[in-house]
């Protein structure tokens, strides 16, 4: 059997006899077994609508759900582009991602990395004054997502 690219099917791709493509897999993605090979669904939709992914870049989820292969939910990233996407940690005290609280000297600051160059906000009373801070430090240095 052969694969189509189905904007019907919930995976976006289907086999000949019209069923739904391939399985999800612990990690969240979903993947499929074709010529004895695992395909990542995300990459084969990808390639689809865009061709090939250049060397040094990759595929990520806009909304951060792996399981939503939707063309419009792609984009073509770099690997420090991609690790920017997360949620925030499960241990953040603020809510905010990128805003910290330092607890021994007990202010608020915000944080994010560049080319593997650290960056942070001056010292805060609250973290929405960091989150302020942050964002402009992100627009001055260029840091997209």
């Not at 690790?83 to 202010?107: D, F």
Request: proline share 4%; charged share 25%; hydrophobic share 30%.
């Amino acid at each position: 059997m052969r694969i189509h690219f189905d904007i019907m099917s919930p995976s976006f791709l289907s086999w000949d006899n019209g069923r739904p493509v391939g399985a999800s897999i612990r990690n969240g993605y979903k993947r499929v077994r074709c010529d004895g090979k695992w395909l990542n669904h995300h990459v084969l939709i990808w390639e689809h609508f865009n061709g090939p992914i250049p060397e040094g870049m990759e595929i990520d989820h806009i909304d951060r759900n792996r399981g939503n292969n939707a063309p419009s939910n792609l984009r073509l990233v770099t690997r420090s582009q991609n690790s920017r996407n997360k949620a925030i940690h499960k241990n953040n005290k603020s809510g905010i991602k990128g805003v910290y609280w330092h607890k021994h000297r007990e202010y608020w600051y915000g944080q994010c990395k560049k080319n593997g160059k650290t960056f942070r906000t001056p010292c805060c009373h609250t973290k929405e004054q960091a989150a302020v801070l942050l964002t402009k430090l992100r627009e001055e240095i260029g840091y997209a997502y």
